[in-house]
């Protein structure tokens, strides 16, 4: 019996629906300098939301929960937490690094429309453990997929997102009233923005640059390298445009 040979692939996008996925994926950005002030509409805050509880989750256990921080008070007291563990981050840096560190703006807490902190709950038996028995560490990972959910759905809705890692933990859990076996996986600043930049901030300020795709591919095993086919797939997607 010869197998019949699939030559389209009759569940993928229109172009312009594939162009629009790419383009949230490539022109997302973690934004902290560019905060306008204007309210974020509860309708688009909703779906932001929403797009982000429809991440993958192992086991459908669906771990996470969000806190919408709109109260200036609880806000002022997140940015208070910011600035003392600010502070000691600098300490790690010297030199002209150091003066660039001093130099990026690293948070956005009080100027942002709102506030969304994401926590995982890894003790729940929603997904009766499914996936979890090997790899219990998955339930952070499902979080982490809902956060890069909330960014593309955010970046479609032409609002802005900044990560804020640097906070004293034990702070926020009593500012935020947080128990204590649920885990803290981020901190977001959301609102909508004057510009999104072409490429990462860090990047155009001299911090770190993007490696190539290319630099990251293994091939069967780890550290097993082949030069010319990594490059023949990381020129593919540049000449195609990124999938754009």
């Not at 994926?25 to 805050?45: A, G, H, K, T, W």
């Not at 982490?144 to 609002?159: D, H, K, P, S, Y």
């Amino acid at each position: 019996m010869v197998a019949r040979m699939v030559t389209a692939a009759p569940h993928r996008f229109s172009d312009e629906q594939r162009h629009g996925v790419y383009r949230a994926i490539y022109e997302r950005r973690d934004i902290r300098s560019r905060f306008v002030p204007e309210p974020l509409p509860d309708d688009v805050l909703s779906r932001i939301l929403d797009a982000a509880h429809h991440a993958p989750s192992v086991g459908l256990m669906q771990p996470w929960e969000f806190i919408v921080i709109a109260d200036a008070g609880v806000r002022g007291g997140v940015r208070e937490a910011f600035d003392a563990a600010n502070r000691r981050a600098a300490g790690a840096y010297v030199g002209e690094r150091r003066d660039l560190y001093d130099r990026l703006k690293l948070e956005a807490i009080v100027e942002s429309a709102v506030n969304v902190c994401v926590t995982c709950d890894p003790t729940i038996v929603r997904g009766h453990g499914l996936g979890r028995q090997t790899m219990p560490e998955t339930a952070l990972y499902s979080t982490v997929c809902a956060i890069q959910n909330c960014w593309l759905a955010a970046r479609a809705e032409g609002v802005g997102v900044g990560w804020i890692s640097i906070l004293d933990l034990d702070a926020i859990r009593r500012i935020l009233a947080i128990p204590t076996h649920v885990v803290v996986v981020g901190y977001l600043c959301l609102g909508y923005v004057s510009a999104f930049d072409p490429e990462p901030e860090l990047a155009t300020r001299g911090w770190e640059d993007r490696v190539p795709l290319a630099e990251k591919l293994h091939f069967d095993r780890y550290g097993v390298a082949d030069a010319a086919r990594a490059h023949a797939l990381a020129q593919l997607s540049e000449t195609a445009g990124r999938g754009r």
